[in-house]
């Protein structure tokens, strides 16, 4: 089953982040973006009917990888670059196609960008990462992550609710605990959560998305 989804105005498509790897003091998180196929007909703002977008599932940690994809009853040609840019590895793929299945000239385009960036600690959400800044609410081992190291990543900028999951990670070495205010926010909140050691925090992460979820975390890749 693909992962979510989140499609943006102008026909960018922000899939899932993914935790591609992590070891000792560093993790990869992988995002990848896609730019959808649009008729020449169509408004720059909304796909074209014949595309379909999707997400390929997450995994944990092999050196396999996922993209967006976008497929169409179009015929096409395709071509593709890669680079290294200092976030991390970028590939750009570029799909022209030239006739729709009924004949009819179309001049569609599909350009995807996946890159990966790397952390020590980081906090994910359903269109993206950052790294996790213990400063900003004094966040210390203990009492540990607190509510608003989550909770600015539960809702869009209208304010709606935007993820059906939380994974908090405690850390290697389950030094990082949880703060206990927060533990009675997230059970008044009634939002599924998970409170579990870096690795397996990874890897339930992953697979909440590759079901479906949309999924927000904090992750300790120390003690």
Same mark, same amino acid.
């Given at each position: 089953?693909?992962?979510?989804?989140?499609?943006?105005?102008?026909?960018?498509?922000?899939?899932?982040?993914?935790?591609?790897?992590v070891k000792w003091g560093?993790?990869?998180?992988? /995002?990848?973006?896609? !730019? @959808?196929?649009?008729?020449? +007909? =169509? $408004?720059?703002?909304?796909?074209?009917?014949s595309? /379909?977008?999707?997400? !390929? @599932?997450?995994?944990?940690? +092999? =050196? $396999?990888s996922s993209s967006c994809t976008s497929s169409s009853s179009s015929s096409s040609s395709s071509s593709s670059s890669s680079s290294s840019t200092g976030g991390g590895t970028?590939?750009?793929?570029?799909?022209?196609?030239?006739?729709?299945?009924?004949?009819?000239?179309?001049?569609?385009?599909?350009?995807?960008?996946s890159s990966v960036k790397t952390y020590k600690d980081c906090r994910i959400w359903p269109t993206g990462s950052e790294s996790w800044d213990w400063r900003v609410h004094g966040t210390r081992h203990v009492p540990g992550t607190q509510r608003g190291d989550?909770?600015?990543?539960?809702?869009d900028h209208d304010g709606?609710?935007?993820?059906?999951?939380?994974?908090?990670?405690?850390g290697m070495q389950?030094?990082?605990?949880?703060?206990?205010?927060?533990?009675?926010?997230?059970?008044?909140?009634?939002?599924?959560y998970h409170v579990l050691q870096t690795e397996a925090a990874v890897l339930k992460f992953n697979q909440l998305v590759q079901s479906g979820k949309r999924v927000c975390g904090t992750f300790h890749s120390t003690c």
């Open positions: 089953m693909s992962g979510h989804t989140d499609v943006r105005a102008g026909g960018v498509s922000v899939c899932h982040p993914e935790i591609v790897s560093v993790m990869e998180v992988r /995002s990848s973006m896609l !730019a @959808a196929a649009f008729s020449s +007909s =169509s $408004s720059p703002c909304s796909p074209s009917s595309s /379909s977008i999707v997400v !390929a @599932a997450p995994h944990d940690g +092999s =050196s $396999s970028t590939t750009h793929t570029f799909t022209s196609s030239s006739y729709s299945s009924d004949g009819k000239h179309q001049r569609t385009a599909a350009a995807s960008e989550l909770e600015d990543m539960l809702y709606n609710l935007c993820v059906d999951a939380v994974v908090i990670s405690r389950l030094v990082l605990q949880v703060h206990p205010d927060t533990i009675v926010w997230l059970d008044q909140f009634g939002i599924e």
